[in-house]
């Protein structure tokens, strides 16, 4: 089935860096476009970034452009986040989510990972 | 920025209850708008897109209306497994933008 599990999630002091992963599969990771959206504890949903099926597209939300860089690794079914200079907002849950086309729905979603910035 | 706005922010009904939730961006966005469920601690699961179609899988108890800028998600019968924190989104233009939630408790 359509699975994607997000890993690399945890504590970071503030002005650190964190990778996060997303593993793909159960579909043709390559014909899919990819996103990561997050969550501050008890808040909404915030998109924050995209990157399109062959990567020739990025883009990010202004709250985290020149910070965080997208990328992702088709041959191995894998979507990344490499977040620096981290800041207390940017405490979430991160969650990866598939798209059929830039400006579309999710579907599905990964379970989300947990990132903690503080000191 | 599309700013999409909700109400009621939360609500409480029973089993059994019709329940609608409206959606409003700040632009229009003809039909370019999704629904989405979330339960605690789990991630958010697409309910309906493109304003009215139910993605497959969901009951069909669950509709969706409107375009242009105001939009609304029905229940026709609350059911236990249904409350939950609901979301709208857009997908008209970037950056995608959400709703602040709807909430619905038990009664």
């Known amino acids: 089935q359509v699975q994607l599990v997000e890993s690399g999630g945890g504590l970071v002091k503030p002005g650190g860096s964190l990778r996060l992963s997303c593993a793909a599969s159960g579909f043709t990771f390559s014909d899919y476009h990819m996103n990561w959206i997050r969550q501050a504890p008890g808040k909404g949903l915030e998109w924050v970034s995209y990157i399109a099926t062959s990567g020739g597209s990025i883009s990010y939300a202004d709250s985290v452009k020149g910070r965080f860089t997208i990328s992702r690794d088709n041959a191995n079914n894998s979507l990344y986040l490499q977040m620096n200079s981290l800041r207390a907002e940017d405490t979430a849950v991160y969650y990866c989510?598939?798209?059929?086309?830039?400006?579309?729905?999710?579907?599905?979603w990964g379970q989300g990972t947990l990132v903690t910035v503080s000191s | 920025d599309i700013q999409m706005t909700q109400s009621p922010s939360s609500l409480s009904a029973s089993v059994g209850d019709r329940v609608t939730i409206t959606c409003r961006a700040s632009q229009r966005i003809n039909s370019y708008l999704n629904w989405y469920q979330q339960k605690p601690g789990k991630a958010p699961k697409l309910l309906i897109f493109?304003?009215?179609t139910l993605q497959s899988g969901v009951p069909s108890r669950f509709s969706g209306s409107g375009s242009g800028t105001d939009f609304s998600l029905t229940i026709s019968s609350l059911q236990p497994e249904d409350f939950a924190t609901y979301y709208c989104?857009?997908?008209?233009?970037?950056?995608?933008?959400f709703g602040p939630g709807t909430k619905v408790d038990i009664k």
């Open positions: 989104q857009q997908s008209y233009s970037t950056p995608i933008t």
């Open positions: 493109g304003a009215s």
């Open positions: 989510a598939r798209a059929m086309v830039r400006f579309n729905w999710f579907d599905p």
